[in-house]
């Protein structure tokens, strides 16, 4: 009986490692070497070369096979947008994930076009969705440098099997016992609340893991930039004087914090008192909860967070941020010291994202925004930080949120950081 059991296992391991190697072949976006232009289409490759100052304005939308040749396309060439009016290399690489909520990214793109300074930015849009739509807003930048990057493993891209929803999947509530007499794909592995994966909610934390290493080790331009990327979501608004204020904080960090491995340009919280707030930073531990908005993540960093891939890709947690708090002070084993600011650079304005699809307001997003901005302007472009508090960096750990149980969600998110 245990013979069998184990027979069992080792068949569905095997299984799955199939399934992850076929899908990583199938997207070799990952790991396409230099000289290897084979699949391009013929007006991206001339010589076996690619041909960097092609439009791409070719991304074919009309079916899944053609978007997925248009991924890898746009993923091998990573055409840079605008390249010609703002020559040299960025002095600030902004990294915004982005799904599928058009009139936030508007709002987004109307916030950068105000920032001070932005003529010398490199925007890299990371998509995991595709639309013309939202391509056709991207498109449209011309005040700065742009990039975009696909997810490869997109559910639109894989609608009827992993990293999608497959139909012989378990359905989330069932319990294991129904699963295994079934016989559902993913029977074994439920998480640690006995639900089964959810496609639509495994994604952010693929998304976000792929990103991290797609941008610092496969995207050119990258390649010896020494500052840090700033992470940034859809419904994220910047301030005016965002990198005035991020200037300001590298010359602090260099100064009196060289051992903060991240700054938090903005904050969940009010932005009453900000004026008072405007010049003040604070030391303490990176928290989830406080510091996920205008992270700022330099290649150090990441070097570290790639030593805890696995950890990272089997905690039992959807949430990318929840699982950088478990892994620091964990598997980094100095936990992660953020400089922080007190008044926040970045507003989060979306009310509907992953769990909450109705509702969404962008009008009355666009209306708090212009309020806070007029609460905000006096406050702008202080000429120097004050630190406000030095509090005790250490391991705070939570309850993890379960929903990334399922052993082919590890498989996958382990291997963005191998090369085939």
Known sequence: ??????????????????????????????????????????????????????????????????????????????????????????????????????????????????????????????????????????????????????????????????????????????????????????????????????????????????????????????????????????????????FHFYKLMIEFRGRSCPDCDLLALGSHDELTGFIKLSNQVLTTSWISTKHNVGMAVSRELYYKLMGCSSEFCSYDDYNWDWTLQHLSGGCVSKPLKVLAAQGSRVLHTGLCGLHHQENCEPEAALQRIEENLELVKDGLFPPSLALVGKEAVEHKEHKKNGGWGDIRDHMLCNNYAKRL
């Open 1 to 242: 009986m245990r013979f069998r059991l184990l027979k069992k296992n080792l068949l569905v391991l095997l299984g799955v490692s199939f399934v992850i190697v076929t899908l990583l072949f199938s997207a070799r976006v990952l790991f396409v070497k230099e000289d290897d232009a084979s699949g391009l289409d013929d007006d991206v490759i001339r010589g076996n070369q690619p041909v960097r100052s092609v439009d791409m304005a070719g991304f074919s939308f009309d079916s899944v096979p053609q978007m997925t040749r248009s991924v890898f396309n746009a993923n091998y060439v990573q055409y840079i947008h605008n390249a010609d009016r703002f020559p040299g290399d960025p002095r600030l690489v902004l990294l915004v994930q982005v799904h599928n909520r058009p009139e936030y990214l508007k709002l987004l793109v109307k916030s950068l076009e105000n920032a001070a300074e932005v003529h010398g930015f490199l925007l890299i849009f990371s998509h995991d969705y595709f639309s013309e739509e939202i391509n056709a807003i991207v498109r449209g930048i011309t005040f700065c440098k742009v990039l975009q990057i696909y997810f490869p493993f997109s559910t639109q891209l894989f609608p009827n099997e992993f990293p999608g929803r497959d139909p012989r999947d378990c359905p989330r509530d069932a319990s294991k016992d129904d699963a295994l007499k079934t016989g559902c794909l993913n029977a074994e592995h439920p998480d640690s609340y006995g639900h089964y994966r959810e496609a639509s909610v495994t994604q952010t934390k693929h998304h976000w893991w792929w990103k991290l290493h797609f941008v610092w080790e496969r995207v050119q331009v990258m390649q010896g930039y020494s500052g840090f990327v700033i992470f940034l979501e859809e419904d994220n608004y910047l301030f005016p004087d965002f």
